[in-house]
């Protein structure tokens, strides 16, 4: 579509809006705008509210900044319908990534004189701006600048020493740390594990271990801290940290937080410690047990207990984390009537990220008010989390690094597969302050007025904002669910990283069925076990905050809670099924390997008698699919037993708002599609570009309605 010569811009992707059959099921959401009637979005849909629209970074590095500079780039904002703006430091207090230091430093006195100015600037101009936390990726080392001033701050992280002996003989070890246990574990002749291990720690004397051991081959294990980073699960370290950062933002910012300052964004939560001091006596209140002796089983597989003991370890540390940190954090953000956005751990680990795998941590990433990240390829998880924790957006900071070369009509393009994927929080990486001497080349492109496009800009600002302001309201509407093998990877990961043929299989099937289910634009959601053990079944649907399944897909899961097991299996029984790619279900978090209890709950999903194998050995069960080896006809067997809400497009999004049936989809081609959606009643369509709504002429045949669609101006556009 043209706009004017030489600018060309992929936008007005029609929207469409179904009546619906069913009632929506959204639950309550933090904010009254994700609950309105569909007759106030469409009285909105021209003109959005504020803060749906795209929020560039606003890096503030480069040259020293200059109040009129940023005034005039502040009137180019406006200018180019940009309303809302995240400024950042990418060298707060030192030279980084190959640019000098910012100038003035993050939170000097000049940075907060400059910072007042311009949100005073900003509010005149009925601007909203989201600062950062500078913690993540950026960091202004505040972190580092607490352990200095109080060393205790510094967590103490676990470590082990270990030395094989043939015994009889007498051990001499001395820890460098303080100690906290010291264990044996028998061998056999191989150097293979073998037998129950040896608590040895009453032969532990100030650090040191006096032990004679007797006759055999032993692995002496001497566990012990060492300092490490900052200590997240000590609440006194944190909250000092919180204080540091945002309790200077509350003091000296009060009048604009929650009005002029709409939030606070962590670009990349930075990496958290898996040890604090007293986390053994933590531990024990929490789960009842030693863990001394049982050190052992996180570095070794040593029996059926290892899955427990790693699983329980790993949820103490969910816990101390939730419990010092992200709790108090976000109370602080409510408090002051801002949003929290941003962050991924373990971004490396979702599927179509780049980098060394590590894990998704659901259970702090739920915090978060719009959880998200700068990875646009991996959001649906992150999109997930906000739809399972009733968080009505899902922030995306993209495109960087695809080049100073990137058109509007590219940027819309990779917006509309974020949007697709339940982005509703767009942040263009990035607008620069100064380019000076090419300092960003590592990270284009600029998105600001320096574009030849800028002309246009406020259009797809506009298009943007229509977009995201619909698909931030109501509820997602889907009908399967992908189980994120957390507690399969906890069990098979040592504490020094190293990975179990089983957790490394549900790592690659987890991605391949992601992989698989994007191929093929079917919508799903990631699901985290904390939502599942919240989950109930009800007339065949798995049921959690707002969604309802029809299905869940286990990838390689081969440990899961009891209670988990028990909701999946009452999925399975009650008219919804199970699609499980590779082993079924063997370990459970409760009793380790070889449960009884799990036996018996996956036996009786297994007792019936195949009643299909469908192609590629996919065998069908009552309720359950099960394909040992390949996870491409499992999805495919999958897709095929649920309804398609989309027939006639590559990909949609389906969402409720308001008793209607609203979707987003993406064309085939360029042409004319005829487009068969399920729902009922009649259609309208809703033009982003223009922000005009318009009837179409449809056809209605049972629970489906079908509509001729021109994808002529934007072939892989939202529709």
Not at 70 to 92: C, T
């Amino acid at each position: 579509m043209a706009l004017r010569p030489g600018v060309r811009i992929a936008v007005a992707a029609p929207f469409l809006l179904v009546g619906a059959v069913l009632a929506s099921q959204a639950g309550a959401v933090p904010e009254p705008s994700a609950s309105p009637s569909i007759q106030t979005v469409l009285q909105r849909f021209a003109s959005p509210p504020a803060g749906y629209g795209p929020a560039p970074i606003w890096w503030w590095s480069g040259e020293r900044l200059d109040v009129r500079r940023l005034e005039w780039q502040l009137d180019r904002m406006v200018e180019g319908h940009v309303r809302e703006v995240v400024i950042a430091n990418l060298a707060p207090v030192g030279p980084r990534q190959g640019s000098q230091a910012d100038v003035p430093p993050f939170l000097s006195p000049p940075w907060w004189n400059t910072l007042r100015q311009v949100l005073a600037k900003a509010r005149a101009r009925g601007m909203r701006v989201w600062l950062s936390d500078q913690l993540g990726s950026a960091s202004g080392a505040a972190q580092g600048q607490l352990m200095v001033r109080q060393p205790a701050w510094r967590a103490q992280e676990l470590r082990l020493i270990e030395k094989e002996i043939v015994g009889p003989v007498r051990v001499r070890m001395a820890a460098p740390g303080r100690a906290l246990a010291a264990c044996a574990v028998p061998l056999d002749a191989d150097g293979s594990h073998r037998g129950p291990v040896a608590h040895i720690s009453t032969s532990l004397t100030d650090g040191y271990l006096d032990k004679m051991m007797p006759e055999g081959r032993w692995k002496i294990m001497l566990f012990h801290e060492a300092p490490g980073g900052f200590d997240y699960m000590n609440g006194t370290a944190a909250a000092r940290l919180i204080n540091l950062i945002h309790g200077e933002y509350e003091r000296k910012l009060r009048g604009y937080l929650g009005s002029t300052i709409a939030g606070i964004v962590t670009d990349d939560l930075p990496p958290m410690n898996r040890w604090t001091r007293g986390f053994l006596e933590e531990f024990r209140r929490r789960k009842g047990y030693d863990l001394r002796p049982r050190l052992p089983y996180l570095w070794y597989d040593l029996g059926p207990l290892t899955a427990r003991v790693r699983c329980d370890v790993a949820e103490v540390q969910d816990r101390l984390l939730e419990r010092a940190y992200f709790g108090p954090l976000r109370a602080w953000h409510e408090r002051n009537r801002v949003r929290w956005a941003g962050g991924r751990i373990g971004a490396a680990e979702l599927p179509g990220a780049d980098g060394e795998d590590s894990e998704l941590r659901p259970q702090l990433l739920r915090w978060l008010h719009a959880p998200g990240g700068s990875d646009d390829s991996a959001i649906r998880p992150l999109s997930s989390l906000a739809h399972l924790y009733q968080r009505p957006r899902a922030w995306l900071s993209g495109f960087h690094r695809r080049g100073w070369a990137q058109s509007l009509e590219e940027a819309s393009e990779e917006l509309h597969d974020a949007l697709i994927a339940g982005a509703t929080l767009y942040s263009p990486s990035a607008w620069y302050y100064a380019t000076l001497g090419g300092w960003w080349e590592w990270r284009p492109p600029d998105t600001s007025f320096r574009q030849p496009y800028w002309a246009a800009y406020s259009l797809f600002a506009d298009y943007t904002a229509r977009l995201c302001y619909v698909l931030s309201q109501g509820s997602h509407v889907c009908d399967l669910a992908v189980l994120y093998p957390s507690s399969t990877i906890r069990a098979g990961t040592s504490f020094d990283g190293s990975e179990s043929d089983t957790a490394r299989r549900a790592r690659l099937t987890f991605r391949t069925v992601c992989d698989e289910l994007n191929r093929r634009g079917i919508d799903y959601d990631i699901l985290d076990e904390e939502s599942l053990l919240h989950a109930r079944v009800e007339k065949g649907r798995l049921r959690v905050a707002g969604e309802a399944y029809r299905a869940a897909l286990l990838p390689q899961v081969t440990t899961l809670p009891r209670a988990a097991a028990r909701t999946l299996a009452g999925l399975a029984r009650s008219g919804g099924f199970l699609a499980v790619a590779g082993e079924l279900p063997s370990a459970s978090t409760d009793a380790g390997a070889d449960d009884p209890a799990l036996r018996n709950i996956v036996r009786a999903l297994t007792a019936a008698a195949p009643t299909a194998e469908a192609e590629g050995s996919v065998l069908a069960l009552p309720g359950l699919l099960v394909a040992p080896e390949s996870t491409a006809n499992l999805v495919g067997a999958t897709v095929a037993r649920l309804p398609a809400h989309a027939r006639g497009v590559a990909r949609y999004l389906h969402r409720r708002i308001g008793g209607r049936d609203v979707y987003l989809l993406i064309g085939k081609d360029s042409g004319t599609a005829r487009v068969t959606l399920l729902g009922s009643g009649q259609a309208s369509v809703l033009l982003p570009y223009s922000g005009t709504v318009a009837g179409a002429t449809t056809a209605a045949s049972g629970d489906r309605v079908a509509l001729r669609i021109d994808f002529a101006e934007s072939r892989a556009a939202l529709v």
